[in-house]
């Protein structure tokens, strides 16, 4: 059943409470290896679903423009508060309402229309928003990409500051979207001191990481940060924007009024949820398994054959180019969900194929790490992978049928926040 229980959705709208129920099934019984997804704890779950969503809060603490701020007001200090302290900041604005608003609240704050902005080319690992060209942020901005190498698939730094001296770009961000390697944020803080740049690390895969010491800080390196509260930090779909004292006023006023009108009360008290989680000790222990189980799993995915594009992985995440498989990345992952395995198709650096249907899969371990695998089981996860694939190639239905069964054989000794059978 689900966790909590939805009576009232089952009785008011069957339809909805049936597609809540699978899902949860769902998240039961597979392998859940998207970087980007994970399971929630069942209090952030309670505080997302809390009564705090009939509530309006234009503005900020001790400035909103409604009445009946006097429980949202301390919510919202007392998440900000956490964050300041976990992540070791001047400011921290809990409000964003996901990943890309936040990195949008950037450009806001030191940007105007037609002003160079420089970022990871989304083929290379980056984020739409920082500066692709189909996103607003490549529509309304001067946008320069940088790479990695061919040789290597790690940042070239050599281009990054090249670019950056001849292009002088007034933003630089760091980070991205399918970057298996440690983010070097001392160099770029380095070569964005040269034109002046504000540095911001989009730290939204990796916060977790950070906060439970498994993957470097950009503090003292990033005056501004950007991050969504989910992935390997564990919270609810949300996000939030930090940075030193001196960026803080323009920051707010990006967000709101710039941006967005009343944040999501429900999701604010979810964040401190998941933020009073991430500072117990038992984190860094979760943290340090994450990278734990992606480095057993990327090497047993290597013995079989595997390319890995860097070779392996500093952090929770793994860029697999499937070319010598003899598959693409899109059909690789429509057999792996049929086999229980989730994961999403990828485009590889250097990709000679089309994005929507590209040659890699991005794969990740931060729910695996937070239903209790360890590393004595990622050769079997792998195992699983590989012959996925190889039934793909065949057309051999059963076969993936077969791992489907032995997959959930497996997760039903490992407990989920959300659900239980019944």
């Known amino acids: 059943m689900h966790q909590p229980p939805v009576p009232h959705v089952a009785q008011i ?44 809060s234009e503005g900020y603490p001790g400035r909103r423009y409604y009445e009946g701020q006097q429980c949202i007001d301390p919510l919202e200090r007392l998440a900000a508060e956490r964050a300041q302290a976990l992540f070791g900041v001047d400011h921290a604005n809990v409000q964003p309402y996901s990943g890309s608003p936040a990195n949008l609240a950037v450009y806001l704050a030191f940007l105007q229309p037609g002003d160079t902005v420089m970022g990871m080319a989304l083929p290379m690992g980056g984020h739409l928003t920082h500066g692709w060209a189909v996103s607003a942020t490549g529509k309304w901005f001067r946008s320069v990409q940088y790479g990695v190498r061919a040789d290597t698939g790690r940042v070239d730094f050599d281009q990054v500051r090249d670019l950056v001296r001849k292009e002088r770009p007034k933003v630089i961000f760091c980070g991205g979207t399918a970057i298996p390697r440690t983010i070097d944020f001392e160099v770029f803080a380095q070569i964005a001191a040269e034109a002046d740049a504000i540095l911001v690390a989009d730290i939204a895969h990796i916060a977790g990481l950070i906060v439970g010491g498994a993957h470097p800080s950009p503090i003292g390196h990033a005056p501004v940060i950007t991050t969504t509260t989910h992935k390997t930090l564990r919270g609810p779909r949300g996000a939030m924007v930090m940075s030193t004292a001196e960026h803080a006023s323009a920051l707010d006023k990006a967000v709101f009024p710039g941006l967005q009108g009343g944040p999501h009360n429900h999701t604010t008290a979810a964040i401190a949820v998941a933020l009073h989680e991430a500072a117990q000790p038992e984190f860094s222990t979760y943290a340090h398994q994450i990278v734990g189980n992606a480095k057993a799993l990327a090497a047993a995915l290597t013995e079989r054959g595997f390319d890995l594009i860097s070779g392996g992985t500093d952090n929770h995440l793994i860029l697999i180019d499937l070319t010598s498989k003899g598959i693409a990345g899109k059909p690789a992952a429509k057999a792996l969900d049929r086999a229980g395995i989730e994961t999403n198709y990828n485009t590889v650096p250097f990709d000679p194929r089309k994005p929507f249907d590209p040659s890699g899969l991005r794969i990740g371990t931060p729910a695996l790490t937070t239903r209790g695998l360890s590393q004595m089981h990622m050769p079997q996860v792998a195992a699983w992978m590989d012959e996925a694939i190889s039934a793909a190639l065949k057309d051999d239905e059963p076969a993936l049928e077969r791992i489907a069964g032995e997959v959930s054989d497996l997760l039903a000794a490992f407990p989920m926040a959300g659900w239980a059978p019944a």
Not at 17 to 27: S, V
């Open 13 to 56: 709208d069957p339809q909805v409470a049936d597609l809540i129920n699978a899902e949860a099934r769902r998240q039961f019984d597979k392998l859940r290896m998207i970087p980007s997804e994970n399971y929630v704890s069942l209090a952030v779950l309670e505080a997302a679903g809390s009564v705090l969503t009939n509530k309006y």
